[in-house]
C-alpha cells in the first residue's frame, strides 16, 4: 500500500545500545522529517532531509544520526541510546518546500529506553 | 528562529459551544502557518495552512484560523464543538528559506457533554 510506513513501531532497548528507527515512503517525495514527540513539548525536529544524499540537523539533533541513500527511505539511528531518548518518534514526508506542502505522518515509533 | 507558543496545554469546551485554540508565532520572515490534529495513537494531519493568501483561512471539519500579522497569531476556531473534535492540535511554522517545520507544544482539547 501507498503511504509512510515506520518501523519498528514497538521498541524496548537498554542504556549504551545501538538503535534504528525505518521510515519508509512510497510517494517520492522529495522532503523527509523526524520528529519526537514528548508530554510537554509536543513535537521536536531532529532532523530534516531536502532531498537524497542532503539531510540537517533540526532542534535536537544531539544523540541522533541519519541518512538518506535513497529517496523513499530516511532512517535514524540512535548511536548510545540514553534514558532520556525514551520517547515517540515521527517521520514524516513532503512533496514540495514547507511553505505549499502537506507533512504526511506515519504512526509512530515508540521507543522505551531501560 | 521561528517558533510558535501555544497558550494552554489543556483546553474543555461543552459539545455545541465554540472552540478556541490560541497560538502566537515569531519569525524575521512572513510566515508559513499551519494547524495540526492528533487523534489517539495516531500520527497527525493537517487541518489547515496559512501561505499569505486570504488571511482567514478554513480547513477541514468546520474548523477556521485567521492570521493576525499585528497580533502574530493564527488561532484556531470552530463555532460548534462536536465529541469527535477530542484531539491534541498543534499550531506549526515555517519561514520558508530553510526547510524547517517547526511545531508548538500542543493543545488537547476536552469536549464535555
Known amino acids: 500500500d501507498a503511504g509512510i510506513t515506520q518501523s519498528p513501531r514497538y521498541k524496548i532497548t537498554e542504556t549504551g545500545r545501538q538503535v534504528t528507527l525505518m521510515c519508509h515512503q512510497t510517494?517520492?517525495?522529495?522532503?523527509m522529517f523526524w520528529y519526537r514527540q514528548d508530554l510537554g513539548h509536543g513535537l521536536r525536529l531532529i532532523y530534516y532531509?531536502?532531498?537524497?544524499?542532503?539531510?540537517d540537523k533540526g532542534e535536537v539533533p544531539d544523540g541522533y544520526v541519519v541518512s538518506r541513500s535513497k529517496t523513499e527511505n530516511f532512517p535514524l539511528t540512535l548511536e548510545s541510546a540514553t534514558r532520556s531518548q525514551t520517547s515517540v518518534y515521527f517521520c514524516?514526508?513532503?512533496?514540495?518546500?514547507?511553505?505549499?506542502?502537506?507533512?504526511?505522518f506515519g504512526e509512530g515509533s515508540r521507543l522505551t529506553v531501560l | 528562529a521561528q517558533s510558535v507558543t501555544q497558550l494552554g496545554s489543556h483546553v474543555s469546551v461543552s459539545e455545541g459551544a465554540l472552540v478556541l485554540l490560541r497560538c502566537n508565532y515569531s519569525?524575521?520572515?512572513?510566515?508559513?502557518l499551519f494547524w495540526y490534529v492528533q487523534y489517539p495513537n495516531q500520527g497527525l494531519q493537517l487541518l489547515l495552512k496559512?501561505?499569505?493568501?486570504?488571511?482567514l483561512v478554513k480547513g477541514i471539519n468546520g474548523f477556521e484560523a485567521e492570521f493576525k500579522k499585528s497580533e502574530t497569531s493564527f488561532h484556531l476556531t470552530k463555532p460548534s464543538a462536536h465529541m469527535s473534535d477530542a484531539a491534541e492540535y498543534f499550531c506549526?511554522?515555517?519561514?520558508?528559506?530553510?526547510?524547517?517545520?517547526?511545531f508548538g507544544k500542543g493543545t488537547r482539547l476536552h469536549i464535555l457533554p
Open positions: 514524516a514526508s513532503l512533496l514540495t518546500g514547507p511553505t505549499t506542502g502537506e507533512l504526511f
Open positions: 510517494w517520492s517525495h522529495s522532503y
Open positions: 532531509s531536502a532531498a537524497a544524499d542532503i539531510t
Open positions: 519569525s524575521s520572515v512572513p510566515p508559513y
Open positions: 496559512y501561505t499569505s493568501a486570504a488571511t
Open positions: 506549526a511554522v515555517s519561514e520558508g528559506r530553510d526547510d524547517k517545520i517547526i
